[in-house]
Antibody, heavy 121, light 112 residues
């Protein structure tokens, strides 16, 4: 059974840092593109980051570029999102999601339950 | 970036009645392989988004057949043949053709 479980969220002060984790089971993170999507309170879905199956390429939305870093640890099948220089605009629920192969649609076919991040003083 | 525009924003529906949601893309989502890289999600209250439809018209595993979708290029439609109470939530379209992935703004379906 495929499962993605996020952790590491919480309350952080403006300018602070946080590292989110996404523990994956049921497949290997080095076989798929993995992504992070966030949802601000009462708002829609925003893709913010991705990492290729090889781990060589990483991708970021302009809103987080230069502040967030995506990585993974294949040995423990876990995806990470290091978030620095946080602002109130980063307050959201953060989801990790698996991206299906391009031939299968490149959809986000499995999602974690989400983890809230609140940036406030 | 590909901009996806959904309509309506809010959709009140009587149980048992049909419902339809539109998603328009600023650029064609039709790949040279013949598939449209447009997907539909439902986010039920308090839950993560769940994949309903992929590649424009293919139902994801476990999705009831009252859900169907069609369209090509820039215009797509999600239809629910007979709305049930469990269909309440926000529906999103998403394009997977080009990076960055983008989503429509969402359509909130509510029961009358």
């Amino acid at each position: 059974e495929v499962q993605l479980v996020e952790s590491g969220g919480g309350l952080v002060q403006p300018g602070g840092s946080l590292r989110l984790s996404c523990e994956v089971s049921g497949f290997s993170v080095n076989m798929f593109v993995m992504t992070w999507v966030r949802q601000a309170p009462g708002k829609g879905l925003e893709w913010i980051s991705g990492i290729s199956s090889s781990g060589v390429s990483t991708y970021y939305a302009d809103s987080v570029k230069g502040r967030f870093t995506v990585s993974r640890d294949i040995s423990i099948n876990t995806l990470y999102l290091q978030m620095n220089s946080l602002t109130a605009d980063d307050t959201a629920i953060y989801y990790c999601a698996r991206r299906s192969k391009f031939a299968s649609g490149a959809s986000l076919d499995y999602w974690g339950q989400g983890i809230p991040v609140t940036v406030s003083s | 970036d590909f901009v996806l525009t959904q309509s309506p924003v809010s959709l009140p529906v009587t149980p048992g009645e049909p419902a339809s949601i539109s998603c328009r893309s600023s650029q064609s989502l039709l790949h040279s392989n013949g598939y449209n890289y447009l997907h539909w999600y439902l986010q039920k209250p308090g839950q993560s988004p769940q994949l309903l439809i992929y590649l424009g018209s293919s139902r994801a595993s476990g999705v009831p057949d009252r859900f169907s979708a069609s369209g090509s290029g820039t215009d797509f439609t999600l239809k629910i043949a007979r709305v049930e109470a469990e269909d309440v939530g926000v529906y999103y379209c998403m394009q997977g053709l080009e990076s960055p992935i983008t989503f429509g703004q969402g359509t909130r379906l509510e029961i009358k």
